[in-house]
Every structure is written in C-alpha cells, then in structure tokens.
C-alpha cells in the first residue's frame, strides 16, 4: 500500500515511552488495527494479551481497533476494559499472558493518544522487542489465522481485588487505619478515581475526595493547573496534612502540602527518597540520568546507594526490577515504582505509602508535635536545577553528541544517556539529552551554585545553537532524483 501510494513511512513507531500521536489523526482505528496485528505476530500463535485503556471515548476505540488486530494473527485477549495503569501492570502475572497494552490520552498534550505495551512481568517493552513490532508493521507481513485460530475475547474477574491484595500486603495498615492524618485527593475525573477510594475506604482512611466522577473530556494542562490551585485552598481550609493530584491515568502525583503549597517535579523526588530511605536506611533508589544531585545528598545521609539509568521509562523499571534491595525507583516527573508492588510506576500506592510513613513517624515523636510536608521539606539539601530544550533536526543530534564527546575530557563525561558532562569543583554536571520522539535536545543544569547554573546554561544552549546552526547551513543540498528523470 505504501509503495502504490506513496505514503511516507515514519523514522520510528515508538517513542520515549511506547506509540504516540494525534488522536484520530495520526492514531485512527485503521492504523491501530495494523498495530494490533503487527505486535501480535511477534507472538506465539495463541498467546493471551492483556488490552487496557482510560474511560476516554477515544480510547475506547483505539483499544476495539487493536483488539480486533490481535485476534485477526491469532492472539486471545483479555479485555480488562477502563482500570488504571498500576491495575493493569499488577495482574499481569497473575493472568499468565504473553503481554499487555494500555491505551490512554496523553498526560501532557489532550489531544495525544499514548498506546504503551507491556511484557509478561509488567515492563514496558525493551527496544529489542519495540523493533521487531516496527519490523512487522512496515513490512506489512502479518500472520494472519485461519477462521478457526481467530483469537478470543474474554473479560476477566476480580482484577480491582487482585490489585487490593497485592496493595494491602505490601502496606502498614494498621498503621494507616490508626492515622489521624486528613487527606484530600483530587483524581481530575481520572479512572483512578474508580479504584483508590475504594482502597483507602477500606482502611478507614480520612480522605477528602475531588473531581472523581468519570468525565469522557479531557482537561487540559491549564485546566489541572486551575484544579491543583484549587486543591491548595482546600487543603488550607481544610487543615488537612496533605493534598495529592493524580495524573497519568494513576501513574503520577503531585503532592500538596499543608500550606497549599505545591510540590512537584524534583523536590517531590528528593523528598520521596528522604522519606523511603529514613524507613529504609542503606536501600537502593534508582533514578533517572537528568534527576537532580540531591538524591546522591540524601543517600548519604542514610547509607543509601543510587543507581542511575537512562531516562526513559523502560531502563528504569528495568534496573528496580534487576538490582537487589531497591525500595524506590522513578522521578517527580515520571511517578515513582515500589518494585516489591509491581514493576511500574504507581501513584496510588505512593499515596498509601506516604500517609503509612507519616503516619508511623508521627507516632515516633512520642506526643511532641508531627512534622509536616513542609518541615520535611524545607530540611531537604538545596540544590539548583534548571532545564531548556532547543530545537535540534534529527540529522545533527548525532554530530552534536558526537562534538561535545571530542571537546570535552573523558574523565568529565557521563555517557549513560545523551551526554553528561561532569565539574568536579563544583559537585555540578550539564546534561545534554536527545529528544526520542521530537526533533529537539534537552538541556539540564545541576548545581548548588545557582548563578553557576544561569551562566553554564546560556553558554550551552549557544554552544548547541552555533552548532545546530553550522550544521544545517554547510549541509549538502538533497537532489530530488525523481525530478531531474533519473
């Protein structure tokens, strides 16, 4: 189809974290039933997959599309309809399958559809497994079963329950029923909404719930940031300990504290790995290449050890799942994974698990005065982190990375992801990070210097500016074969 039309293939399916693009756009119900049928064939005829998705209309029928694909090559689904991604993740196992896919609107552009696909044990997949799924979808060779091997769809039970158990035993929950701690949590008419109130009630949680109700829009980012505003003067009025926004269809938070104020991206991440490594003294937390140097702060203050991976979903849960005595992986921006739970991102235990900590801490004070979100906070290292992108065309991320290796001493370079370029003077480090799916380069600076860290910013984003600049306008110009008559 694509040689008689002419239909110009893309660089790439996958992203930074599985399919994406534009709603009904670029992902249509034709072009999910050929994703559904190209992942399918990299399977044993046969093979069970799990299709989850959010309550969005969208997604509805983007997963009908994809589900239609798979039993068209002979694979049997296991249809767990609107549940939220650490539901979904977590009974994988239990179901015995071959695999997972969730589909959902993007957490940051509404008008995204994100499809992301999970191997056996609950890990998105490896990029090993994301080419042959490409392999198949552009070559168009689909396995396609006879009648009788056209794959089944079945609707499994009790899969909330499954969750719970897995929920309740990895929790204090004496702990958290004896709490006298005031939650207020805001599910932004997410599915969540539908499983953690459920969770909490059962341990006799006082949570204050907001926007639970399932809503087919989808707010925009202006519009969270309307309802976080909105969840602060609650939690104020209130005088309630915490307040928490779920996003990401239950894979991220950001936690309000008692004052209303906001905490998100990397405090949120320094304060997790405080609170862990105060319950879990001389654990491992892994984080992220571009997370700020307060984590490797904190760590020493409890013997910790940090492992940094590559910032991309599936080399963190990777490393949680193969390192030994990890009690946290994740980020602020990408939510946090608890690996003894499941292996992916979860912000519902997260909420679980901060109320169990507060909690017992709480209760350590010997009837002196808690301590609060804030207080924890404000005792945390202060460190300077900022970050710009710059827009860069796919043909000179390479000769960038590859210019900024030769300019700068080897013993100074971090090569994990992108380029890391270390100052030991400093305890300081600039990052330079390809974008996956954009043509653009991520900047991150580190440092407890702040004015260090305005300088080495405005100097790298000309440095990579000059470069991307020089690049294009020494570029050979590309003849077009088919014009000249060749």
Same mark, same amino acid.
């Given at each position: ?7 110009? +293939? ?72 609107? &549940? ?109 909404? +539908? ?82 490594? !105060? ?19 904190? +760590? ?21 799942? &193969? ?19 499941? $292996? ?8 679980? =698990? ?14 002196? &005065? ?15 982190? =900022? ?19 030769? &300019?700068? $001493? ?9 380029? =890391? ?34 300088? !080495? ?19 050979? $110009?590309?003849?077009?074969?088919? =014009?000249?008559?060749?």
């Amino acid at each position: 189809m694509n040689l008689i039309w002419g239909h110009a +293939a893309h660089r790439n399916l996958f992203g930074q974290r599985g399919v994406s693009g534009l709603a009904n756009v670029d992902i249509t119900p034709e072009f999910a039933v050929r994703l559904g049928a190209a992942y399918g064939s990299t399977l044993k005829p046969g093979s069970h997959v799990t299709v989850s998705r959010d309550q969005r209309s969208i997604s509805r029928m983007v997963s009908r599309s994809l589900i239609a694909g798979l039993m068209s090559v002979g694979i049997n689904v296991q249809n767990l309809e609107a &549940t939220a991604i650490p539901v979904a993740r977590a009974v994988l196992p239990t179901l015995s399958v071959a695999g997972g896919i969730h589909v959902r609107v993007g957490s940051d552009r509404s008008d995204h559809i994100l499809i992301e696909f999970f191997d056996a044990k609950g890990i998105n997949l490896s990029k090993g497994r994301e080419k042959k799924i490409e392999g198949a979808y552009f070559k168009e060779d689909f396995r396609r079963a006879q009648i009788q091997e056209i794959g089944n769809v079945v609707y499994p039970g009790q899969v909330i329950d499954i969750y719970s158990t897995s929920f309740e035993r990895h929790l204090n929950v004496e702990a958290i029923r004896n709490s006298n701690s005031k939650v207020v949590i805001d599910y932004v008419y997410a599915v969540s909404g +539908a499983v953690l109130p459920i969770l909490l009630g059962k341990f006799g949680c006082d949570a204050v719930v907001l926007n639970a109700s399932l809503s087919p829009n989808v707010p925009s980012v202006a519009d969270r940031e309307v309802l976080l505003s909105q969840l602060g003067h609650v939690v104020e009025a209130l005088k309630a300990n915490l307040g928490v926004q779920v996003a990401a269809n239950g894979e991220q938070l950001i936690l309000v504290d008692e004052s209303g104020s906001a905490i998100r991206g990397e405090p949120l991440t320094a304060l997790m790995v405080h609170m862990i490594l !105060t319950e879990h003294p001389r654990g491992t937390v892994v984080v992220p290449v571009n997370a700020s140097s307060t984590v490797e702060q904190i +760590a020493r203050r409890h013997d910790g050890k940090v492992i940094r991976t590559k910032a991309n979903p599936t080399s963190l849960m990777e490393a949680c799942h &193969t390192n030994s005595n990890v009690v946290l992986g994740g980020s602020g921006e990408m939510g946090f994974i608890f690996p003894q739970l499941h $292996p992916g991102f979860d912000a519902m235990f997260c909420i679980a =698990k901060l109320i169990e900590m507060l909690t017992l801490r709480e209760q350590e004070m010997f009837g002196n &005065t808690p301590r609060t979100l804030g207080q924890i906070r404000a005792e945390l290292p202060r460190v300077c982190h =900022k970050t710009i992108t710059v827009r860069c065309p796919w043909t000179a991320k390479g000769a960038l990375m590859r210019h900024l290796v030769e &300019t700068h $001493p080897s013993e100074d370079l971090d090569l994990t992801d992108g380029v =890391k370029i270390l100052n030991p003077q400093h305890d300081s480090w600039v990052l330079v990070l390809p974008d996956a799916g954009e043509p653009l380069v991520h900047l991150f600076v580190d440092s407890s210097d702040r004015g260090w860290v305005d300088e !080495t910013l405005r100097e790298y984003r000309a440095q990579v500016q000059e470069f991307v600049d020089h690049e294009q306008g020494t570029e050979e $110009p590309r003849i077009d074969w088919d =014009k000249v008559g060749v």
